[in-house]
């Protein structure tokens, strides 16, 4: 077996939330990113892994709540608001 097809085997055993982590990396490997240091630092910063607390998925909830309901304000309202 090549390098390639087990890395193929590899991909496809990965559970789906790892996939944004090896994209970046595989992408980094072929983009050579050491020669940016800002894109190797993103390349290389963790992952958020932290998990949501009650109160967060709460809160998301919400807001997702507003949003389908029209309860938003662009960008300009909000600066009006501050007096921006």
Same mark, same amino acid.
């Given at each position: 077996?090549?390098?390639?097809?087990?890395?193929?085997?590899?991909?496809?055993?990965?559970?789906e939330d790892?996939?944004?982590l090896?994209? &970046?990396?595989?992408k /980094? #490997?072929?983009e050579d990113?050491a020669?940016?240091?800002v894109?190797?630092? *993103?390349?290389?910063?963790?992952?958020?892994?932290?998990?949501?607390?009650e109160?967060?998925?709460?809160?998301?909830?919400?807001? &997702?709540?507003?949003? /389908? #309901?029209?309860r938003?304000?662009?960008?300009?309202?909000?600066?009006r608001? *501050?007096g921006?």
């Open positions: 077996m090549t390098t390639k097809q087990r890395l193929h085997e590899l991909i496809e055993a990965l559970p790892r996939l944004p090896v994209e &970046r990396y595989l /980094a #490997a072929i990113a020669d940016d240091p894109r190797w630092a *993103l390349d290389h910063a963790p992952v958020d892994d932290e998990p949501l607390t109160e967060d998925a709460a809160a998301l909830r919400s807001a &997702r709540e507003d949003f /389908a #309901a029209g938003t304000m662009s960008l300009e309202e909000v600066k608001e *501050l921006l």
